[in-house]
T-cell receptor, first 109, second 115 residues
Framework: AQRVTQPEKLLSVFKGAPVELKCNYS??????LFWYVQYSRQRLQLLLR??SRESIKGFTADLNKGETSFHLKKPFAQEEDSAMYYC???????????FGSGTRLLVRP | GAGVSQSPSNKVTEKGKDVELRCDPI?????LYWYRQSLGQGLEFLIY????????KSGLPSDRFSAERTGGSVSTLTIQRTQQEDSAVYLC?????????????FGPGTRLTVL
């Protein structure tokens, strides 16, 4: 079955440190991968998608089909990056998103 | 313009009661989705509406759950005879249309607590 795995429930780093939030998926077709973010007391919002190949708020994510991964990276974490991050998968010809269980990122001063 | 809105923001009910959760999508968005977020879990797909097509109800966990979308706009998710395991945050999202390249815009959610 299709699945998205985020192995870390909590990731705590100091300000200025690099951060990598892991995401692995299981799907044999052509996936579309997303990262969604939920800041405190705000609604869930799209951070980035792999097809855009862009950097948002300093975050990047590369789809690695060989390793079926879509890890989210930022070289220098900021306190305002503290939030809940969800990796999501859309299968080809589908419309619904399959979400991972989320990783809470805490950036300490 | 306004984003997706949901009401109520919080709902506390007793086991066995029925509840209705409402979602107002972004104007002009034809696709509407319901998800459920249980404590410590990811978002679980429940149901999807696209225009006048038959909804995809494949994610509804039991026949106590139902949803409708009137006039292609507002949607109501109904849970009958609520159980404690129904306690969760129910999220609604909409997009201009379904499929790739269409970002889903989420509402603030309704937190349901079943006592």
């Amino acid at each position: 079955a299709q699945r998205v795995t985020q192995p870390e429930k909590l990731l705590s780093v100091f300000k200025g440190a690099p951060v990598e939030l892991k995401c692995n998926y299981s799907y044999s077709g052509s996936p579309e991968l997303f990262w969604y973010v939920q800041y405190s007391r705000q609604r869930l919002q799209l951070l980035l998608r792999h097809i855009s190949r862009e950097s948002i708020k300093g975050f990047t994510a590369d789809l690695n089909k060989g390793e079926t991964s879509f890890h989210l990276k930022k070289p220098f974490a900021q306190e305002e990056d503290s939030a809940m991050y969800y990796c999501a998968l859309r299968m080809d010809s589908s419309y619904k998103l399959i979400f991972g269980s989320g990783t809470r990122l805490l950036v300490r001063p | 313009g306004a984003g997706v809105s949901q009401s109520p923001s919080n709902k506390v009910t007793e086991k066995g009661k029925d509840v209705e959760l409402r979602c107002d999508p972004i104007s002009g968005h034809t696709a509407l989705y319901w998800y459920r977020q249980s404590l410590g879990q990811g978002l679980e797909f429940l149901i999807y509406f696209q225009g006048n097509s038959a909804p995809d109800k494949s994610g509804l966990p039991s026949d106590r759950f139902s949803a409708e979308r009137t006039g292609g706009s507002v949607s109501t998710l109904t849970i009958q005879r609520t159980q404690q395991e129904d306690s969760a945050v129910y999220l609604c999202a909409s997009s201009p249309r379904a499929g790739s390249y269409n970002e889903q815009f989420f509402g603030p959610g309704t937190r349901l607590t079943v006592l």
